[in-house]
């Protein structure tokens, strides 16, 4: 007897992409894993607490009109001596230390994330290029991202920060030391995605498709850029996500060392290195509140990033 063969309505409406995606192994293992809802919920709020930062301060850091230097260095509201108006106390300069954590973090978010997104962009088109070339563009490519790993990232962002800051006029350093911050942290994590691009890249060329579109004679950046990168997008991602709390980390180090951004503009590095000077003097408030935030980011956005490698990784299903 022969099977009987499933019949398939042509009327029905394939799935939805949210049906998919419910339906998806990736889903599962998100909702079944509760240390990665958390580490995803505490992430969502934090970076939509700090780009909601002008509608739910309680005050503004930069405008000098919401700004006392008479309530300078106030404790929080609960510590004898605190205001009800300043939850978390104030700052040397009387601004609100809730306002500006708000501040300060989402600056740290978006160096951050830009860094991350230059690394990447750089990291894996020079990646993908060295997998699909190969021969000694390759050797090239890969033997200077090995010599740049051997540095320790935060020495090679000071020097690449440095020597930034030597090149632009003195009247505009503190206006671009963000951008300098960004391309500083970018070079520095390049290497990382590029290596992660070309092993996906020297997988995915020895398939069939990549082959048959060689043969039916598409250019080579075609090839590159329509069949092999979105293929290599996975593992990147994961990198990606992991880079993003290294970056935040490595500009609060740079911050902190006084090499990255301006006190004039905060961010969570900065206020952590003015903390840092009245640490002894019984502020501790200045620097705590600030570490604190910036420990809670990093420890959400790495306990993510963990979870999405091994969510992705298909040899761990």
């Given at each position: 007897?022969?099977a009987?063969?499933?019949?398939?309505?042509?009327?029905?409406?394939?799935?939805?992409?949210?049906?998919?995606?419910?339906?998806?192994?990736?889903f599962?293992?998100?909702?079944?894993?509760p240390?990665?809802?958390?580490?995803?919920?505490?992430?969502?709020?934090?970076?939509?607490?700090c780009?909601?930062?002008?509608?739910?301060?309680?005050?503004?850091?930069?405008?000098?009109a919401?700004?006392?230097?008479?309530?300078?260095?106030?404790?929080?509201?609960?510590?004898?001596?605190?205001?009800?108006?300043?939850?978390?106390?104030?700052?040397?300069?009387?601004?609100?230390?809730?306002?500006?954590?708000?501040?300060?973090?989402?600056?740290?978010?978006?160096?951050?994330?830009?860094?991350?997104?230059?690394?990447?962009?750089?990291?894996?088109?020079?990646?993908?290029?060295?997998?699909?070339?190969?021969?000694?563009?390759d050797?090239?490519?890969?033997?200077?991202?090995?010599?740049?790993?051997?540095?320790?990232?935060?020495?090679l962002?000071?020097?690449?920060n440095?020597?930034?800051?030597?090149?632009?006029?003195?009247?505009?350093?503190?206006?671009?030391?963000?951008?300098?911050?960004?391309?500083?942290?970018?070079?520095?994590?390049?290497?990382?995605?590029?290596?992660?691009?070309?092993?996906?890249?020297?997988?995915?060329a020895?398939?069939?498709?990549?082959?048959?579109?060689?043969?039916?004679?598409?250019?080579?950046?075609?090839?590159?850029?329509?069949h092999?990168?979105?293929?290599?997008l996975?593992?990147?991602?994961v990198?990606?996500?992991?880079?993003?709390?290294?970056?935040v980390?490595?500009?609060?180090?740079?911050?902190?060392l006084?090499?990255?951004?301006?006190?004039?503009?905060?961010?969570?590095?900065t206020l952590?290195?003015?903390?840092?000077?009245?640490?002894?003097?019984g502020?501790?408030?200045?620097?705590?509140?600030?570490?604190?935030?910036?420990?809670?980011?990093?420890?959400?956005?790495?306990?993510?990033?963990?979870?999405?490698?091994?969510?992705?990784?298909?040899?761990?299903?």
């Amino acid at each position: 007897m022969s099977a009987v063969e499933p019949r398939v309505d042509p009327a029905a409406k394939p799935p939805s992409a949210w049906a998919r995606l419910r339906e998806s192994d990736v889903f599962h293992s998100f909702v079944s894993t509760p240390s990665a809802m958390i580490a995803a919920a505490f992430t969502v709020i934090a970076i939509l607490a700090c780009f909601a930062a002008p509608l739910i301060a309680p005050f503004n850091p930069f405008d000098p009109a919401q700004i006392s230097l008479w309530d300078g260095k106030l404790p929080p509201a609960w510590v004898e001596g605190g205001q009800a108006q300043y939850v978390l106390g104030t700052d040397n300069q009387g601004r609100d230390m809730l306002s500006t954590i708000l501040y300060g973090g989402r600056l740290s978010i978006i160096v951050g994330m830009a860094a991350v997104g230059l690394g990447m962009v750089l990291g894996v088109g020079l990646g993908v290029i060295a997998g699909y070339v190969g021969g000694a563009l390759d050797a090239v490519i890969m033997r200077i991202a090995d010599v740049q790993l051997t540095i320790p990232g935060i020495l090679l962002a000071i020097l690449i920060n440095g020597i930034g800051r030597a090149f632009l006029p003195p009247e505009i350093r503190e206006e671009f030391a963000i951008y300098v911050v960004i391309i500083a942290i970018g070079l520095t994590d390049w290497p990382q995605f590029a290596r992660v691009a070309r092993g996906a890249t020297l997988v995915e060329a020895q398939k069939e498709y990549v082959q048959a579109a060689r043969v039916i004679g598409l250019p080579g950046w075609l090839i590159m850029l329509r069949h092999i990168l979105p293929n290599t997008l996975r593992p990147v991602l994961v990198i990606a996500t992991i880079g993003l709390a290294l970056a935040v980390i490595a500009e609060a180090t740079l911050s902190f060392l006084g090499q990255g951004i301006p006190p004039t503009t905060p961010s969570l590095g900065t206020l952590i290195r003015v903390g840092n000077e009245y640490l002894f003097s019984g502020l501790w408030w200045i620097t705590l509140f600030p570490a604190i935030a910036l420990v809670v980011l990093v420890f959400a956005v790495n306990l993510l990033g963990d979870w999405m490698r091994d969510a992705l990784n298909p040899k761990l299903r």
